[in-house]
């Protein structure tokens, strides 16, 4: 089994979300975060007065897959999520060594 981490840009959720309905993902768990890379930030103008923004907003995709899911995962995020732009952002691939759904007890596999 794999866990899998996506950064992406906010505007591009529905649309990885959309894609990996079609292969068959049933589950996710999404956050709203902030952070910076080689996008850096930007200015922003506030009541006159301008500020550096150096913390963009971005979604964090977590989500666990079996193993023969992986490449169809990987490709569907990365062609989904790309605009071609500084900060499209990244995939992290993770072992997952243990799954358990609490309520039925399922493990493994299964579980997801």
Do not use: W
């Not at 975060?33 to 007065?49: D, N």
Request: with cysteine; proline share 3%.
């Amino acid at each position: 089994m794999k866990y899998i981490i996506a950064i992406i840009k906010p505007f591009k959720l529905e649309d990885v979300r959309e894609s990996l309905s079609e292969l068959g993902i049933q589950g996710m768990t999404i956050c709203e975060v902030k952070g910076y890379g080689r996008q850096k930030g930007h200015a922003e103008l506030y009541r006159g007065a301008e500020y550096e923004v150096n913390f963009l907003p971005k979604v964090k995709i977590e989500l666990a897959i079996s193993d023969d899911q992986l490449e169809p995962v990987l490709e569907a995020i990365t062609n989904t999520a790309e605009t071609g732009k500084v900060g499209d952002g990244k995939l992290f691939v993770f072992e997952l060594l243990q799954a358990v759904r609490i309520r039925t007890g399922e493990s493994g596999e299964d579980a997801l």
